[in-house]
């Protein structure tokens, strides 16, 4: 309950403009667009009207120019790869439908023309697949290799006398599927297939393959299946590709990285198979940039709802015999919401990180292989798991609601049942954390490398000394070593970033240590055991993997509160900040008490101050919850929930209207419980 702490006076537009980033213009120019209800899927439209209210949306998209922003001046663009990025995903405020379908047409089918194809390849078909004139399909995705793209079974042969390719799909489960704008409206693909010529085979390759006639029928050798009802995103067609000895030119192959001449000779500017195979993938990161984006703006307006809702909605006459208690006063419910309000605060300013990353390695300002072996680490890693986030917070937002929330109307469960898929495609979250961590196996691996043997030696005594403070159970009593230098413990102390920041590292180091040592024989060991001992390990690289990017996540929002906090100028809100960035660090705390108990690096007299202090900032946090949400820039025709729009509200402001007047009355019945008081006084 609020016992009368005055909640501080905030301006929103601040924190809109830490949320929105570097690009807020585009931001806030596309949210406007999102507002008009053409874009929107008819309320109680059939399957078939959803899909062609969606085709009709990316329409409006592509008048409005988003998609031409990453292009090259020569070609009409302005290369702001940032910008339309930031633009594209708040999409999702019109429908989820509508941001995955234009991904698909513009970032999937028209990126890798852009990305993987040649200048004669882009005069032919980019400006019509960015225009919308030209609908296509990314056919990446097979039912029997989802992410393992380099294993897919869809071939293509050259045949020099025809200089053509021969695309084939050999056996069932090498049909492409859950393949976007198939079902209905795409007329070609990019195909991904393995290129062979001459006998070798060279990998995996895209080709712009034909789909369809003018009429939208079929070609020769093309079979398309609809994927029909999913559990999210009724406006995109998902459908199935399979291919039977379809015939395509030789120029038909995207050859950025890879070319084959008409005697069937095979170039690439990249030797190594795998380099090349990793290269040409990392040009359409942006998919999962823009998922990660995109997952952020979906938990905004989930929590936009959820609170307001809960400024408006009353339960129980809990401090009053005549008005009932509003829900964001109840302790549990600032529980539920506050963090993932903190939550979604770190993603959004974390995304905009991972979008400057992005726009510096497309633009060309630094396109070296660190530069993209860092984008490709953070998109993996921040996709994983802000559209896991998005997951539970939307079902979080839909309970915090009760029965309105799983009205339809309300929003909820459609945001829920659209972002479910965001969790597996563009790679699956547990697939990409791997690469995440193998990344930090790599950078370890690199550290130890550059110390000297006296540093080595000094590491090993220092890692000894630490296995045997765990054994001698000195740990378990609840000291550590921080504990002996640093002997007050308040609640000022626990909310400390310095030792925020230092639980979280430490998590990270020791866990990357610890694998990298059980690992470390596998250099010796037959491929078979080395794949063994790498299994043995898996979870705990994909532990270590969400330590490190939840330690990334606190350091961005740590980072862009001291900003403000140090401009002078935003005094309150530097504050509110540093109560959101407290509550985020506290709670991933609180998430991995048990680890860091367990390595002795939390005593419980500390230990014991988390839940109080975290209690403390969700109801300090609570009393601004509306300007948190206020700031996120979303309106009623973005959230299009009645009950966070005046509804519940209204509601409210009629009974409590009827209960004033009734009680006024001299027939206002006497409730039996006062009866027995009044009795038993007598």
């Not at 935003?570 to 509550?583: P, Q």
């Amino acid at each position: 309950m609020n016992r009368g702490k005055t909640p501080l006076t905030l301006d929103a537009t601040v924190l809109r403009d830490v949320l929105d980033g570097e690009w807020t213009e585009a931001r806030r120019r596309i949210r406007d667009l999102c507002e008009d209800p053409a874009l929107h899927l008819p309320a109680d439209g059939t399957l078939e009207d959803m899909r062609a209210a969606t085709t009709a949306a990316v329409g409006a998209v592509a008048e409005s120019g988003l998609a031409r922003l990453p292009m090259s001046e020569d070609e009409g663009g302005s290369e702001k790869h940032g910008e339309y990025v930031a633009g594209f995903e708040e999409l999702v405020t019109a429908s989820p439908s509508l941001q995955i379908k234009a991904g698909v047409q513009f970032g999937l089918f028209g990126g890798a023309i852009m990305h993987l194809g040649n200048d004669e390849q882009h005069a032919k078909w980019l400006e019509d697949a960015l225009s919308g004139r030209l609908p296509g399909s990314f056919a990446m995705t097979e039912i029997g290799h989802g992410s393992d793209v380099a294993e897919v079974g869809t071939t293509a042969v050259y045949d020099v006398d025809a200089q053509e390719f021969e695309v084939h799909t050999p056996f069932r489960a090498a049909t492409k599927e859950y393949i976007g704008n198939a079902a209905r409206d795409a007329r070609a693909a990019v195909v991904f297939a393995q290129l062979v010529t001459k006998g070798v085979n060279h990998g995996v390759h895209a080709f712009f393959v034909p789909l369809r006639d003018e009429e939208g029928g079929p070609l020769p050798g093309i079979a398309l299946e609809d994927d029909g009802l999913k559990g999210g995103l009724p406006g995109v067609d998902n459908g199935r590709i399979a291919f039977d000895q379809v015939r395509i030119p030789r120029e038909n192959l995207l050859t950025r990285y890879g070319a084959v001449s008409a005697d069937g000779d095979y170039s690439s500017p990249i030797e190594s198979p795998g380099r090349r195979f990793f290269t040409m993938l990392g040009t359409l990161v942006q998919g999962r940039v823009s998922l990660d984006g995109a997952a952020v703006v979906a938990s905004k307006l989930a929590l936009d709802i959820a609170v307001r809702y809960a400024h408006d909605r009353r339960q129980f006459t809990s401090t009053s015999p005549v008005e009932e208690t509003r829900l964001i006063d109840y302790q549990r419910h600032q529980r539920r919401l506050m963090p993932l309000i903190s939550q979604a605060y770190a993603n959004a300013i974390s995304h905009d990180t991972l979008l400057h990353t992005f726009d510096v390695v497309f633009s060309g300002e630094d396109d070296s292989d660190q530069a993209r072996e860092l984008l490709e680490t953070q998109a993996a890693g921040f996709k994983a798991l802000s559209t896991w986030d998005a997951l539970t917070t939307i079902q979080e937002a839909r309970e915090a609601c009760g029965g309105a929330g799983y009205m339809a109307e309300n929003r909820l469960v459609g945001l829920r049942g659209d972002l479910d898929v965001y969790v597996t495609f563009e790679g699956d979250n547990t697939v990409l954390l791997q690469l995440v961590g193998k990344r930090l196996l790599t950078d370890y691996a690199k550290e130890l490398k550059d110390i000297d043997f006296g540093g080595a030696a000094r590491l090993i005594g220092a890692q000894a000394a630490e296995h045997t403070l765990f054994r001698t159970g000195f740990a378990n009593i609840g000291r550590t070593i921080s504990d002996l230098v640093t002997v007050s413990v308040n609640e000022k102390r626990v909310r400390s970033g310095k030792v925020q920041e230092a639980l979280l590292s430490d998590r990270v180091d020791t866990m990357v240590a610890s694998l990298a040592q059980s690992l470390r024989p596998a250099r010796s060991m037959s491929q078979a055991d080395g794949a063994r001992l790498f299994n043995e390990h898996q979870n705990e690289l994909i532990e270590a993997s969400i330590a490190y990017i939840e330690l990334l996540k606190w350091q961005g929002l740590n980072t862009e509160m001291h900003r403000i906090e140090d401009g002078g100028k935003h005094t309150e809100e530097a504050k509110v900040l540093r109560r959101i960035r407290d509550l985020y660090g506290l709670s991933l705390i609180e998430k991995h008490m048990g680890w860091h108990s367990m390595y002795g690096r939390l005593p419980m007299a500390r230990a014991r101050l988390i839940g109080p202090t975290i209690n403390s900032l969700c109801e300090k946090l609570a009393q601004n919850s509306l300007d948190l949400v206020e700031a996120f820039g979303y309106g009623p025709a973005h959230r299009r929930a009645p009950i966070a729009d005046g509804a519940e509200a209204a509601r409210q402001d009629e009974a409590r209207a009827y209960f004033r007047a009734a009680r006024a009355t001299s027939d206002w019945p006497v409730d039996e419980k006062e009866l027995r008081k009044r009795a038993a006084r007598r």
